[in-house]
């Protein structure tokens, strides 16, 4: 191979999103965690169950205690997303509004990135989410800043949160996350 060639591969390789893929299933990406608003004294509930070829995520979002959120999270890791144009999720949800979560840093009180989406009840489908442009919030309160190609270099952590305010059971099944 010739230094040239080296080269051209190493810097590829530099640049392509680390990372940037979740196939779900019982033997493919089982390393997800739950987080919901019993951090905050919160009474909502999550599950994460393994199926052949999907992650379910279900539970019950409750108020009680100024709660109202329940999601699922990567491991800690480091992405560089910059290079990405959309996240790409293949899912079947219940008719309920769910959110797409980029963190760029590990303390829960500093922005991190959220657009949210609809599902339709039943059935499967491909959801198609821009990333640059993405509007940051703390706290579940916006901030004004949105995701920039610079921001997108430092993706820590990716995650999926149900924090619609309604009450009740709630199911997500998701085949696979990726970024392109």
Known sequence: ??????????????FAPKNAQFDFGKEKSNDWNTV???VMGGQSTAE??????????????????YGG??????PWTEMDLSQAKEAVIRLKGDGRTYGLMLETA???FLPYFKTEFSTKKGEWM????????????????????TATAEKLKAIKRVGLI?????EGPFVLDIDYLRFE
């Open 162 to 166: 149900l924090s619609d305010k309604k």
């Open 106 to 108: 590990q303390a829960f």
């Open 36 to 38: 919901v608003d019993g």
């Open 48 to 65: 994460i169950a393994y199926q052949a070829n999907a992650l379910q995520f279900s539970g019950d979002i409750s108020l009680a205690n």
């Open 126 to 145: 491909e959801v198609r989410i821009p990333l640059q442009g993405m509007p940051a919030c703390s706290m579940g309160e916006m901030t004004g800043e």
């Open 69 to 74: 959120f329940s999601s699922i999270r990567s």
């Open 1 to 14: 191979m010739k230094i040239s060639t080296i080269v051209v591969v190493l810097a590829l390789g530099l």
